[in-house]
């Protein structure tokens, strides 16, 4: 059973950090990219990050670069997400996926459950 388990959310003042962990276990994921969306209420699913199998590649959404990092642990089996410079609009639940190397939500086979980031002004 494919299990993707995200961890690291919470409550935070703006301008502060989080760094957000995700899981994977149930089946080897080599060759798949990781990624996060974020769905704020009301919203759509929006693409955050993603990162391809060697690290050799990111894509960030234009709204959250220059604030936050992907990166992943292979041999973990487990991709991050560091949010530095919060701001109350990064408010959402976070999803980490896995699937291919796309900005595209439909292009992710495995999702997690979401962890919820709220940050207060």
């Known amino acids: 059973q494919v299990q993707l388990v995200e961890s690291g959310g919470g409550l935070v003042q703006a301008g502060g950090s989080l760094r957000l962990s995700c899981a994977a276990s149930g089946r080897a994921f080599s060759g798949y990219a990781m990624g996060w969306f974020r769905q704020a209420p009301g919203e759509e699913r929006e693409f955050v990050a993603t990162i391809n199998w060697s690290s050799t590649g990111t894509s960030y959404a234009d709204s959250v670069k220059g604030r936050f990092t992907i990166s992943r642990d292979n041999a973990k089996n487990t991709w991050y997400l560091r949010m530095n410079s919060l701001k109350p609009e990064d408010t959402a639940v976070y999803y980490c996926?896995?699937?291919?190397?796309?900005?595209?939500?439909?292009?992710?086979?495995?999702w997690g459950q979401g962890t919820q980031v709220t940050v207060s002004s």
């Open positions: 996926a896995a699937g291919a190397f796309s900005t595209r939500a439909d292009q992710y086979d495995y």
